[in-house]
């Protein structure tokens, strides 16, 4: 049996109210920040000045979920502004276990995110490194979209996988 953990996203905050959203979600475990940058994904959201005050506002751990290519390039600033996880796309990095490696250096959980499309073979290499795996069950980009129900088979063969990679703990999300 698995402990959920409640991660809701505050892309669907009142951003004019960001804060008042924020208390309002305080029972969660997480907060899930969603970072887009209008070229990885079509749509452009927040970056780390948002990220910053969410966690200065906040006293849950946030996730934030790079939508973005290059994510490296952002690792010490999205650490800098206060983020405890940084979840990166399999497809946006040329070197994902680098760039694990270096955000579990700099002290934040790591996570990596695969689209619907996307073969999760890779875990079998990276789960040592992992803290989180994210099974995206929409494609990356849009909120209110359909679920997607072939992510059910994928969460169980990611479970599966990391079972048999010995990581146990990290979390899917």
């Known amino acids: 049996m698995s402990n959920i953990a409640i991660a809701p996203s505050i892309l669907s905050a009142d951003f004019c109210n960001l804060e008042r959203d924020l208390k ?3 029972n969660a ?9 209008h070229h990885f994904v079509p749509n452009l959201t927040l970056g780390e000045p948002i990220v910053g ?4 506002v906040t006293d849950l751990p946030v996730d934030v979920h790079l939508m973005i290519e290059e994510p490296a390039r952002y690792l010490e600033s999205f ?21 694990l490696s ?6 934040m959980k790591a996570g990596l995110a695969f689209n ?8 079998r ?3 040592p490194d992992l803290d989180m795996v994210l099974v995206m069950s929409v494609n990356p980009g849009f909120s209110g979209q359909k679920f997607i129900p ?12 990391l079972n048999a990679a010995g990581a146990g703990d990290v979390l899917i999300q």
């Open 24 to 26: 309002a979600i305080a």
């Open 29 to 37: 475990d997480l907060v899930h920040v969603d970072v887009m940058d």
């Open 53 to 56: 005050r969410i966690c200065q």
């Open 79 to 99: 650490r800098d502004a206060g983020a405890d996880m940084l979840v990166i796309h399999a497809e946006a990095d040329r070197h994902p276990q680098r760039t």
């Open 102 to 107: 270096e955000i579990r250096r700099l002290g």
């Open 116 to 123: 619907p499309g996307t073969d999760i073979a890779p875990l």
């Open 125 to 127: 290499w990276l789960a």
């Open 150 to 161: 072939q992510s059910f088979d994928k969460i169980r063969a990611t479970r599966a996988m």
